[in-house]
C-alpha cells in the first residue's frame, strides 16, 4: 500500500490544508497517512521548517508548500502506472 508522509508544524494554516486535501482524496483513493510534526530541535526541523507542508509518498519527496486536489491524485496514478508495469516485466 502507498504511504503518505505529511511533515506539519504548529500553526501552519497551509499544513492544515494540505491535509484536509489528503484526507479527501484517501476517501476515493487508498492509501497510509502519516502525519509527523516538526518541533524545534526535532528530526527534519532545520531542513523542513521552511518548506512545510513537506509530502513524501513512499518515502520519497513528492512537494513541499502545499498540494492540489489535482497534484496529488496525477503523482497518485503515476506512481500506480509505475507498479504495474514494474509488476509486469516481474513476469
Known amino acids: 500500500m502507498t504511504t503518505i508522509e505529511l511533515y506539519s508544524k504548529e500553526g501552519c494554516h497551509l499544513c ?28 527534519y526541523y532545520e531542513e523542513y521548517k521552511e518548506l512545510v507542508p513537506v509530502i513524501h509518498i513512499n518515502r520519497v519527496f513528492a512537494f513541499k508548500h502545499g498540494v492540489t486536489e489535482s497534484m496529488v491524485k496525477t503523482r497518485l496514478r503515476q506512481l500506480s502506472i509505475e507498479e504495474a508495469g514494474a509488476d509486469y516485466t516481474k513476469q
Open 16 to 43: 492544515d490544508e494540505a491535509k484536509a486535501v489528503l484526507e479527501k482524496i484517501r476517501k476515493e483513493i487508498p492509501f497510509a497517512l502519516r502525519e509527523i510534526k516538526l518541533v524545534p530541535g526535532g528530526e
